[in-house]
């Protein structure tokens, strides 16, 4: 059984003596009631008896290139990307098939279309309304069709405006004056 992750540090400090009493005591309430927790205790304990017992002298010195293969190496592990971090500790038994089932799931979406939630609005077009006895219409084929939408009468007394207009002075040209005009003699 494993210990509780979070609690792995505050055990490791509890089994060297360098807890404060209140965390100390929570901690071993914790420790109590929980396996993993309490084996772990045990196994840094012993950790820490082994260290203590060991002898170390102080005449043994480290190579100068002991210093500059450390330095290096912490160096190097100081500049590693965040991708290199990641890739080195990524675990590919699990990271396979997640990748596998996302690219299911992306395929199964693209497979199937989507219908909008929303159907888009619907434009609906007014008639302008134009009060009776008012001429200023043009007589375009647009006018011509929403009078005659709306009733015939409509249709027949704009066509009629139209006829009583007073014809302009400008000159009116339609597209058989400017073929004839181009057209060889």
Same mark, same amino acid.
């Given at each position: 059984m494993k210990p509780c992750f979070s609690k792995r540090k505050l055990i490791?400090? !509890? @089994?060297?003596? %360098?807890?404060?009493?209140?965390?100390?005591q929570a901690l071993r309430a914790h420790i109590e009631t929980c396996d993993g927790c309490r084996r772990y205790l045990s196994e840094m304990s012993a950790l820490?008896?082994? !260290? @203590?017992?060991? %002898?170390?002298?102080?005449?043994?010195?480290?190579?100068?290139?002991?210093?500059?293969?450390?330095?290096?190496?912490?160096?190097?592990?100081q500049s590693a990307s965040l991708w290199e971090i990641l890739a080195a500790r990524l675990n590919w038994r699990i990271a396979l098939p997640v990748m596998g089932a996302a690219a299911v799931v992306i395929v199964m979406l693209s497979l199937f279309p989507r219908q909008p939630a929303?159907?888009?609005?619907?434009?609906?077009?007014?008639?302008v309304v134009v009060p009776p006895g008012?001429?200023?219409l043009s007589p375009t084929v647009a006018n011509y069709q929403r009078a005659a939408s709306r009733s015939p009468d409509e249709l027949d007394?704009?066509?009629?405006?139209?006829?009583?207009?007073k014809p302009s002075h400008a000159p009116i040209y339609t597209a058989s004056i400017f073929a004839s005009a181009n057209m060889p003699d």
């Amino acid at each position: 059984m494993k210990p509780c992750f979070s609690k792995r540090k505050l055990i490791a400090w !509890l @089994a060297l003596g %360098e807890l404060d009493a209140p965390r100390a005591q929570a901690l071993r309430a914790h420790i109590e009631t929980c396996d993993g927790c309490r084996r772990y205790l045990s196994e840094m304990s012993a950790l820490g008896k082994r !260290l @203590a017992a060991v %002898e170390t002298t102080p005449e043994i010195e480290a190579s100068e290139s002991f210093h500059r293969r450390l330095v290096s190496r912490l160096s190097g592990e100081q500049s590693a990307s965040l991708w290199e971090i990641l890739a080195a500790r990524l675990n590919w038994r699990i990271a396979l098939p997640v990748m596998g089932a996302a690219a299911v799931v992306i395929v199964m979406l693209s497979l199937f279309p989507r219908q909008p939630a929303v159907s888009p609005p619907v434009r609906i077009a007014r008639p302008v309304v134009v009060p009776p006895g008012k001429s200023d219409l043009s007589p375009t084929v647009a006018n011509y069709q929403r009078a005659a939408s709306r009733s015939p009468d409509e249709l027949d007394e704009l066509l009629t405006r139209q006829a009583n207009r007073k014809p302009s002075h400008a000159p009116i040209y339609t597209a058989s004056i400017f073929a004839s005009a181009n057209m060889p003699d």
